[in-house]
């Protein structure tokens, strides 16, 4: 499969509470990004983290990745009910072609 | 920031009939468009690379006589699916590369997606 893994697969929490994903992947890369999209929806960018970062953070969103590891997770602090989405992380193999190969995304849900 | 719009948002059309949806840039020029299929409550599935004036790569598995990928002008992408059956039926979404940046290296802007569903 092209795809990396994600997990959990589904994750319920309540609001104000810290969510964690994580994301692991089989080729070396160049870049990996996360993305989160709403139900039926486009998706959003979130935040870029490059092969030779090891973290990184915007807003409540902080991100890590270990390359030895090939493996990242994306940690958002004090969740929130307007969180509820799905959270996809995607890698850019690095020398080769410029493309997104997607993980299988991590369902949250906060509630209020 | 950068835009990229899809039309139309939602199609149902019957057994055996062509559908075109239709990816702009609305605000920048893309060199590099690429279209993912996703089926419910499952990730997004890379299915094409499409590039201005050339001839799209399709990845593996995916039927380019089925799936007809034009990129005519640096704005505009169109994913034609060719004689759609129940099974084509999914969410096709598109995203774009500004003219310039290495796709992939940097973010790509994602369409609104296209939702159809076949008879």
């Known amino acids: 499969s092209q795809q990396g893994e994600e997990d959990p697969q589904a994750l319920s929490i309540q609001e104000g509470e810290n969510a964690t994903m994580n994301c692991s992947y089989k080729t070396s890369i160049n870049n990996l990004q996360w993305y989160r999209q709403n139900s039926g929806r486009g998706l959003v960018h979130l935040i870029l983290?490059?092969?030779?970062?090891r973290e990184k953070h915007s807003g409540r969103l902080r991100v890590t990745l270990d390359t030895s590891k090939k493996s990242s997770s994306l940690l958002i602090t004090a969740s929130r009910a307007a969180d509820t989405a799905s959270y996809f992380c995607?890698?850019?193999?690095?020398?080769?072609?410029?493309?997104?190969?997607f993980g299988a995304g991590t369902r949250l849900a906060v509630h209020p | 920031g950068a835009v990229v719009s899809q039309h139309p948002s939602r199609v149902i059309c019957k057994s055996g009939t062509s559908v075109k949806i239709e990816c702009r840039s609305l605000?920048?020029?893309?060199?590099?468009m690429f279209w993912y299929r996703q089926f419910p409550k499952q990730s997004l599935m890379l299915m094409a690379t499409?590039?201005?004036?050339?001839?799209?790569?399709?990845e593996q598995g995916v039927e380019k006589d089925k799936f007809l990928i034009n990129h005519a002008s640096l704005t505009l992408s169109t994913l034609t699916v060719t004689s759609a059956h129940p099974e084509d039926s999914s969410f096709y979404i598109c995203?774009?590369?500004?003219?310039?940046?290495?796709?992939?290296?940097?973010?790509?802007?994602f369409g609104p997606g296209t939702r159809l569903t076949v008879l």
């Open positions: 499409s590039n201005e004036g050339s001839k799209a790569t399709y």
């Open positions: 983290i490059r092969s030779n970062e």
């Open positions: 605000d920048f020029q893309a060199t590099t």
């Open positions: 995203s774009a590369t500004p003219a310039g940046l290495n796709g992939g290296t940097d973010t790509q802007y």
């Open positions: 995607a890698t850019v193999r690095s020398g080769g072609y410029n493309k997104l190969i």
